[in-house]
């Protein structure tokens, strides 16, 4: 039998039983609609994870305090207490590779302004920071190292805070607010940077002069963290590896003693982030994989049962002319068609489910073209593969005994 | 050499193995079959009646012995030049019909030319038609098998069986499912199609059904008993009119 007739009666079939066939396709349907949605997110993520690493700036370094005691209770490593000015100046001193650095010393509490308050986080840093990081100031200046020197109440208000405590539009400049009891003259204010990837606003922030944040809030003489800029992103691994022989030197740690400090590179932290969010992908697509095979075994089944079903018809066939390759393409272009159909489906639904998402879920995705059609092949060797054993069944019948199935 | 000869059978056996068991269904049958022959089998069930009709149906072979259809020797054919043989030369009438359900009648006519690659669309559907209206059927198209009576039916079989112009018709019990009327019904059609040449073989265990043959087989326990010509042969169109008008009840 010609294909296109083969075609148009496993189009009539399935319209025969419009439910069922529905009901088999469900499984692939499922499948691939969460294959590719799942792709699309894990791909979204990925690339959102790069653009917002990429906009902290390629070639920022971190330096955390850690411990190297080997026993005892192990802390959270900003509460430690390793990095002080000292470092700093020392970094400053020795590293060549280090364009610019600044430490941080962070505290939370309420700010206060007139008859608003509202809680947030004061993060003390050096000039230099906002080059570190990528922030830039929208209105106003930044104050300088006269003021960093001279301990000034002086600082800089994110978006967030802006909002929060002039909900009247007022421009802030000038103005003072407070930080628990010490009060600060907003002398600018930040270019929104928005949500973080870790749902973080960045936006709901206060940066002052980290002497003063030091000497009026944390009083203590203990960084958090310090923040470098290498001279340029292939100058980082050099970058690194000065910072660590200055600071081991500064630190007085001898040969075989561990750091008690850590070193992170932006193109390190990608790295882990993006092996973190593939691996995700990674089981995610696996699970919905296993649906796409749930669904092609269930298409084996519903054949199965055809097969059995129309004994009779296939009896006929065959006694009327139809031969073995007949028959077997007939129940196989069957199973294509339902896996194909459901195919189809899913894609459509995994896409609209991947333009969805973002605005329901705030999560990005991006839909790649190579999972739909990596999905859809799969579809059709979905329907080859267990449409085969089945249409091979029909195709084996003895001719008299399924006519005279009952 | 007188007319030309559709079937040849020489000496066939079949024989099934059934576990250590040998069933010997048909144990040496020889008969020919001339062009334009109206040939009812007839036998007892377990004579080997089904045996020799799946071997005339080509959906068996002899496992000794000749079995030539239409000069080819079917025996030396494999699967597929099996199929291709019966999709070209045998139409099949079944006691049950089998015509395919929530089909057309026309659709399920034109079924065994959808086998046939070297005919086209437009040519099949010619044809079908033409076979429909052979059989009476011109009105009834568009309907399918729950459509339409089980004489009706057995039309559209027949409709299906010509389509292809075979060699010969072979008809299982093709009346076994009728009843009297109907059945005459379908000889009569039977006996206009033999008259315009058409070769029939026609199994059956009704006796009243063989009158309308043109000559009778008898079988049993695997032989040939009797082979004879009908000499009495009856109309079927004329025991139609003879039967009583109280059917419509």
């Known amino acids: 039998m010609k294909i296109i007739n083969l075609i148009r009666l496993a189009i009539k079939a399935l319209q025969r039983n419009k439910l069922r066939a529905l009901l088999t396709m469900l499984g692939i349907i499922i499948g691939v609609a969460s294959v590719i949605t799942m792709m699309s997110i894990g791909e979204g993520s990925k690339q959102s994870i790069n653009a917002s690493l990429a906009s902290m700036g390629s070639n920022m370094i971190t330096i955390m305090p850690s411990s190297n005691e080997p026993g005892g209770a192990r802390m959270m490593g900003s509460s430690l207490k390793t990095l002080t000015s000292k470092d700093i100046d020392a970094l400053k001193e020795g590293a060549k590779n280090i364009a610019e650095i600044s430490p941080l010393v962070n505290s939370s509490g309420q700010s206060i302004s007139g008859a608003n308050n509202w809680p947030t986080s004061i993060q003390g840093v050096a000039p230099g920071y906002l080059d570190i990081r990528k922030v830039v100031v929208q209105d106003g200046i930044i104050f300088s190292e006269q003021d960093v020197r001279s301990s000034a109440k002086v600082c800089l208000l994110g978006k967030t805070v802006v909002d929060n405590l002039f909900p009247n539009g007022d421009s802030p400049i000038g103005k003072i607010i407070r930080f628990g009891k010490i009060p600060f003259q907003v002398i600018g204010t930040l270019v929104p940077k928005g949500t973080s990837n870790f749902g973080q606003d960045q936006d709901d922030i206060i940066i002052a002069p980290y002497t003063t944040v030091q000497k009026r809030i944390t009083s203590s003489i203990y960084f958090n963290q310090i923040y470098a800029s290498a001279i340029s992103e292939d100058a980082s691994d050099a970058a690194v590896t000065e910072i660590n022989s200055i600071l081991r030197a500064s630190h007085r740690l001898r040969d075989g003693q561990d750091n008690d400090f850590q070193v992170r590179t932006q193109a390190e932290l990608m790295t882990m982030m993006n092996s973190t969010s593939s691996m995700m992908t990674a089981l995610l697509t696996a699970v919905a994989s296993i649906s796409l095979v749930i669904g092609g075994i269930g298409i084996m089944n519903i054949m199965y049962v055809s097969v059995t079903e129309r004994t009779r018809e296939i009896g006929l066939r065959m006694s009327i002319g139809a031969r073995g390759i007949d028959i077997l393409l007939q129940f196989l272009i069957e199973a294509i068609m339902i896996s194909i159909t459901g195919g189809i489906i899913g894609v459509l639904l995994g896409i609209s489910a991947a333009i969805i998402v973002p605005s329901m879920l705030n999560w990005p995705t991006v839909i790649s073209e190579s999972s739909i059609v990596i999905s859809f092949f799969v579809c059709a060797v979905t329907g080859i593969f267990f449409g085969y054993y089945p249409a091979l069944k029909a195709s084996k019948l003895d001719p008299i005994e399924a006519l005279r199935y009952e | ?249």
């Open chain 2, 1 to 249: 050499m007188t007319a030309n000869k559709i079937l040849e059978i020489h000496d066939v056996k079949r024989e099934f193995v059934m576990g250590d068991q040998i069933v010997r269904a048909l144990k040496g049958i020889s008969f020919d079959v001339n062009a334009g022959e109206f040939l009812t089998i007839m036998g007892s069930s377990g004579s080997g009646k089904t045996t020799l009709l799946n071997m005339l149906g080509c959906l068996d072979k002899p496992t000794d012995g000749i079995y030539m259809l239409d000069n080819v020797n079917v025996k030396e054919l494999s699967r597929d030049e099996l199929a291709r043989l019966r999709n070209t030369k045998i139409g099949f009438v079944f006691q049950a019909y089998n015509l395919l359900p929530r089909t057309t009648a026309l659709e399920n006519v034109e079924l065994p030319l959808m086998y046939n690659p070297t005919i086209g669309t437009q040519e099949r559907k010619d044809r079908a038609i033409a076979a429909l209206e052979a059989v009476k059927l011109g009105d009834r198209f568009d309907h399918t098998p729950n459509q339409l009576s089980g004489g009706q039916q057995q039309r559209v079989a027949i409709a299906r069986a010509l389509v292809n112009e075979p060699v010969m018709i072979l008809a299982d019990e093709a009346t076994g499912n009728l009843d009297t009327r109907t059945s005459y019904e379908i000889m009569s059609l039977m006996q206009d199609l033999n008259a315009n040449g058409k070769t029939i073989v026609f199994v059956t265990h009704e006796p009243d059904i063989a009158a309308f043959s043109s000559r009778t087989v008898m079988l049993k326990d695997g032989r040939i008993v009797k082979d004879t010509q009908n000499t009495n042969r009856r109309s079927a169109s004329e025991a139609l009119a003879g039967l009583p008008v109280s059917d419509d009840y």
